[in-house]
C-alpha cells in the first residue's frame, strides 16, 4: 500500500477545504500513474486514520472521486481506482494552430489616453459617468431579501417559472412607483422588466427599426445608445445641441426633409451633457410627434436625482400618441449591482418586445426582481432615494467649488439640475488626451474615456469628499505640469500660474 500520510499533506490555512485538497491530491496521484487502475484504496476508517482527518470527510471524498468517474465501487470490497480513466485532455481530431487567428486580423479599441501596462489599484480614484455610490446601497435590506429567497419553500415557488415579460409583482409594484413619482397612468400590463440598462434600448430598436431606417439623435450623443441604434440597421441623423437639449427647430428642419423613423432623447438629464429640456419645448416637441408622426424612445435618465426639487414630467405622462417607448433602468439608482430595466409601450409593442425579451433572456433575474419588488413595496426603495440624493446633491457642490478654485481658467461648466454627472467643457485647445494620459498615471482614472468637442462627464456621486478633493488637485497638478512643458503652447494655459499662487 502506499504511504498516503506522506504523498498526502493536508493545511488548514489553505483557502481550499480539507476534503477538497484530498480530492485534488488523489487525481494527482492517478494522473502521475501512481495510482493504477483497478487499485483498490483504503477503507474510509483506514484512510482518515492515515490522514488524521474524520471518516465523514474521507467518504465526501470517495463520493466526489466516483462522481467524477476517477472511482467505482464494488460491492463488499471498497474503491479502486476506475481502469476507463476520465478524458483529461481533449483529443483533437484534426491536429494543427489556432484557426481563429487564421487570415485574421482584429484591431482593437484601445482607449487612448490609458496606458496599456497600467492597472487600477486600491488607493487610485476611478470617475465614473454618473452612478450611485455601492457603498450606500442597502446591502442589509438586500441580503435579508436574498436569504428570505434561499429557502427551499421559496425556490419552488420562484424558480419553475417566469412570467414572459418579467414577474407580476414586479411589474405591478414598478408601475405604481412610475406612476406616483413620473406621473404615469399605466397598470402593470403596460411594462415588461429586463435585465440591465441597455437591453430595453436594444430591444426597442430590434423592433422598430428596419435597414436603412432614418434615426434622429442629438449630436452630443450616448455612444453605447448610437451603437445600438445603428447595429439595428438605422442611419443616425445628428440634431443640433442647445443648453438645454437638442434644438427643435433643427428637428423639425429635418423632419422637412427626411422621413424620420424615430428619435432617441433623454429629456430630463440628457447623456453626456446633463442638458434639460424645459417645458415649453417638450410641449413643442409633442406637437411635432403628432404632425409628422414619428416614433420617440424617452430614456429615463437621472429623474430620481433632480436637485431642484421641482422635476419636469416626462413625455410619457403627456398625450403622445402612443408613438412614444418609455425606458429606463435602476443600476443608476440605487446600484451597479441591480441589473434591471423597463420598457413602457403601446399594446402592438409591448407585445413583440415581450416576445423578443423573453428569446434573449427566457428565464429572467427572477431572485433579483423579487428583491427589488420587496424593496418598493417596504419603501426601502424610497428612503434609500431620499438619503442619498442629499448626500450626493452636497457631493456635487463640493466637486463644483473645487473645479471653480483650481481650473475654473481651463474649463467650465453648469451646476446639474438632475443627475449624477458634470460635463466639463475644456478650453478648445486643451491638449485632453495628453492629460487624460497625464492624470492616469497619477492614479486617477476615467472609466469612459470617451470625449467630444473637448469636453468630460465627471461622475461624483461615487466619490467620497475626500476622493472628490484628491481627484481635483491630481487634475491640478497635471494642467500645471503641462502647462510648464514644451509639448503645449503656454498660450493654452492663461494664467496658470497666478491661480496656483
Known amino acids: 500500500m502506499l504511504p498516503f500520510q506522506t504523498l498526502i499533506a493536508t493545511s488548514k490555512e489553505s483557502p481550499l477545504p480539507i476534503f477538497r485538497q484530498i480530492t485534488d491530491r488523489l487525481v494527482e496521484l492517478v494522473r502521475a500513474g501512481m495510482l493504477k487502475p483497478g487499485v483498490f484504496l483504503p477503507g474510509t476508517r483506514q484512510m482518515g486514520e492515515l490522514l488524521l482527518v474524520n471518516r465523514k470527510t474521507v467518504i465526501k471524498v470517495y463520493e466526489e472521486l466516483l462522481a467524477q468517474n476517477?472511482?467505482?465501487?464494488?460491492?463488499?470490497?471498497?474503491?479502486?481506482?476506475?481502469?476507463?480513466?476520465?478524458?483529461?485532455?481533449?483529443?483533437?481530431?484534426?491536429?494543427?494552430?489556432?484557426?481563429?487567428?487564421?487570415?485574421?486580423?482584429?484591431?482593437?479599441?484601445?482607449?487612448?489616453?490609458?496606458?496599456?501596462?497600467?492597472?487600477?489599484?486600491?488607493?487610485?480614484?476611478?470617475?465614473?459617468?454618473?452612478?450611485?455610490d455601492p457603498r450606500?446601497?442597502?446591502?442589509?435590506?438586500?441580503?435579508?431579501?436574498y436569504s428570505e429567497q434561499t429557502t427551499v419553500t421559496a425556490q419552488k415557488?420562484?424558480?419553475?417559472?417566469?412570467?414572459?415579460?418579467?414577474?407580476?409583482?414586479?411589474?405591478?409594484?414598478?408601475?405604481?412607483?412610475l406612476n406616483d413619482s413620473r406621473g404615469l397612468n399605466i397598470s402593470s400590463d403596460e411594462i415588461v422588466i429586463t435585465r440591465g440598462g441597455q437591453m430595453p434600448l436594444y430591444i426597442t430598436a430590434s423592433v422598430l427599426i428596419k435597414p436603412g431606417d432614418k434615426i434622429a439623435v442629438a449630436k452630443i450623443n450616448d455612444p453605447m445608445a448610437s451603437q445600438i441604434l445603428e447595429h439595428a440597421g438605422g442611419e443616425l441623423i445628428r440634431i443640433r445641441h442647445c443648453e438645454d437639449g437638442i434644438d427643435l427647430d433643427d428637428l423639425e428642419k429635418t423632419l422637412q426633409i427626411h422621413r424620420i423613423t424615430l428619435l432617441h432623447i433623454q429629456p430630463h438629464n440628457q447623456y453626456p451633457t446633463g442638458a434639460v429640456m424645459s417645458a415649453e419645448k417638450r410641449r413643442k416637441l409633442l406637437a411635432l410627434i403628432?404632425?409628422?408622426?414619428?416614433?420617440?424612445?424617452?430614456?429615463?435618465?437621472?429623474?430620481?436625482?433632480?436637485?431642484?426639487?421641482?422635476?419636469?414630467?416626462?413625455?410619457?405622462?403627456?398625450?403622445?400618441?402612443?408613438?412614444?417607448?418609455?425606458?429606463?433602468?435602476?443600476?443608476?439608482?440605487?446600484?451597479r449591482s441591480i441589473k434591471l430595466g423597463f420598457l413602457i409601450a403601446c399594446p402592438e409593442i409591448l407585445a413583440r418586445a415581450s416576445y423578443l425579451?423573453?428569446?434573449?433572456?427566457?428565464?429572467?433575474?427572477?431572485?433579483?426582481?423579487?428583491?427589488?419588488?420587496?424593496m418598493i413595496i417596504s419603501g426601502d426603495f424610497d428612503r434609500h432615494l431620499i438619503?442619498?440624493?442629499?448626500?450626493?446633491?452636497?457631493?456635487?457642490?463640493?466637486?463644483?467649488?473645487?473645479?471653480?478654485?483650481?481650473?475654473?481658467?481651463?474649463?467650465?461648466?453648469?451646476r446639474p439640475k438632475a443627475g449624477l454627472g458634470l460635463w466639463l467643457k475644456f478650453r478648445e485647445n486643451f491638449p485632453l488626451d495628453k492629460f487624460l494620459k497625464a492624470t492616469s498615471r497619477q492614479g486617477l482614472f476615467w472609466e469612459y474615456g470617451h470625449h467630444v468637442d473637448n469636453s468630460l462627464r465627471f461622475g461624483f456621486?461615487?466619490?467620497?469628499?475626500?476622493?472628490?478633493?484628491?481627484?481635483?488637485?491630481?487634475?491640478?497638478?497635471?494642467?500645471?505640469?503641462?502647462?510648464?512643458?514644451?509639448?503645449?503652447?503656454?498660450?493654452?494655459?492663461?494664467?496658470?500660474?497666478?491661480?496656483?499662487?
Not at 138 to 144: A, I, V
Open 70 to 132: 476517477w472511482l467505482e465501487s464494488e460491492p463488499r470490497k471498497g474503491y479502486r481506482v476506475t481502469a476507463n480513466l476520465p478524458e483529461t485532455r481533449p483529443r483533437s481530431f484534426q491536429p494543427g494552430p489556432s484557426y481563429f487567428q487564421k487570415n485574421y486580423k482584429y484591431q482593437q479599441n484601445v482607449m487612448p489616453h490609458l496606458d496599456g501596462e497600467q492597472r487600477l489599484k486600491f488607493s487610485d480614484i476611478l470617475i465614473d459617468d454618473g452612478y450611485p
Open 136 to 145: 450606500l446601497s442597502p446591502y442589509r435590506e438586500m441580503n435579508r431579501v
Open 157 to 177: 415557488q420562484l424558480l419553475p417559472y417566469r412570467p414572459q415579460g418579467g414577474l407580476r409583482t414586479l411589474k405591478s409594484a414598478a408601475s405604481e412607483l
Open 290 to 335: 403628432r404632425t409628422y408622426n414619428f416614433w420617440v424612445i424617452e430614456e429615463d435618465l437621472g429623474y430620481d436625482f433632480d436637485f431642484e426639487s421641482k422635476p419636469i414630467l416626462p413625455l410619457a405622462s403627456a398625450d403622445h400618441g402612443g408613438k412614444l417607448i418609455y425606458i429606463g433602468n435602476f443600476d443608476r439608482t440605487i446600484s
Open 357 to 374: 425579451q423573453g428569446l434573449m433572456d427566457h428565464h429572467g433575474e427572477v431572485e433579483m426582481e423579487t428583491m427589488l419588488c420587496k
Open 387 to 414: 438619503k442619498s440624493k442629499k448626500l450626493y446633491n452636497q457631493r456635487c457642490n463640493i466637486l463644483c467649488e473645487q473645479l471653480m478654485a483650481k481650473l475654473g481658467n481651463v474649463l467650465s461648466f453648469s
Open 461 to 501: 456621486a461615487s466619490l467620497s469628499e475626500k476622493d472628490i478633493k484628491r481627484a481635483v488637485e491630481i487634475m491640478h497638478n497635471c494642467t500645471l505640469n503641462l502647462s510648464e512643458s514644451k509639448i503645449c503652447r503656454h498660450s493654452d494655459f492663461p494664467q496658470i500660474k497666478a491661480m496656483t499662487a
